[in-house]
T-cell receptor, first 112, second 111 residues
């Protein structure tokens, strides 16, 4: 089945220790998104790629970076995680912006 | 006015009840509207896209009112398995067409 896959599902890191989250898709969608979601909050868009074009949200901290080496894969790098970065990180894809988005199961990040 | 606004609830209803959620949006140029369902500690999943003419999928009916800038979701004959958070999502026509997410409305269906 076509799907969005995220690895790992759970990630524990130490304060300040870099971490990379992975997302892959078999849907062949043009757009890939990274969201951060904290408890009882709406998903917050960090950035998205339309093909190779990177689009950063204005309020996304510099501590968050992303790479999309090919259509199928997208990575979220958190350079120096703080306690406030503990959250669920959701990867999503769509055929274009403004269209329905398909989500992966998320990676739950814990920062110690 | 918030871009997308929902009553957070919680809505507590008995099995078999009919429940309705509303969601208001601020950008009159928005073209795409969705209802997503999110279970606790899981990812959001599309429940329904919302079309101008309204649309129905089994026990679920979605309506769009452009004049008043709101969308609604009606759930009939509620099941225990309908317990979840329902997220209203609206495309922001003026800003790279990104999707704007509401905070969600929490529904608990009780036996």
């Amino acid at each position: 089945d076509a799907m969005v896959i995220q690895n790992p599902r759970y990630q524990v890191t130490q304060f300040g220790k870099p971490v990379t989250l992975s997302c892959s898709q078999t849907l062949n969608h043009n757009v890939m998104y990274w969201y951060q979601q904290k408890s009882s909050q709406a998903p917050k868009l960090l950035f998205h790629y339309y093909d190779k074009d990177f689009n950063n949200e204005a309020d996304t901290p510099d501590n968050f970076q992303s790479r999309r080496p090919n259509t199928s894969f997208c990575f979220l790098d958190i350079r120096s995680p703080g306690l406030g970065d503990a959250a669920m990180y959701l990867c999503a894809t769509s055929t274009g912006t403004g269209y329905r988005q398909f989500f992966g199961p998320g990676t739950r990040l814990t920062v110690l | 006015r918030k871009e997308v606004e929902q009553d957070p609830g919680p809505f507590n209803v008995p099995e078999g009840a009919t429940v309705a959620f509303n969601c208001t949006y601020s950008n009159s140029a928005s073209q795409s509207f969705f209802w997503y369902r999110q279970d606790c500690r899981k990812e959001p999943k599309l429940l329904m896209s919302v079309y101008s003419s309204g649309n129905e999928d089994g026990r679920f009916t979605a309506q769009l009112n452009r004049a008043s800038q709101y969308i609604s979701l009606l759930i009939r004959d509620s099941k225990l398995s309908d317990s979840a958070t329902y997220l209203c999502v609206v495309e922001n026509a003026g800003n790279n067409r990104k999707l704007i997410w509401g905070l969600g409305t929490s529904l608990a269906v009780n036996p």
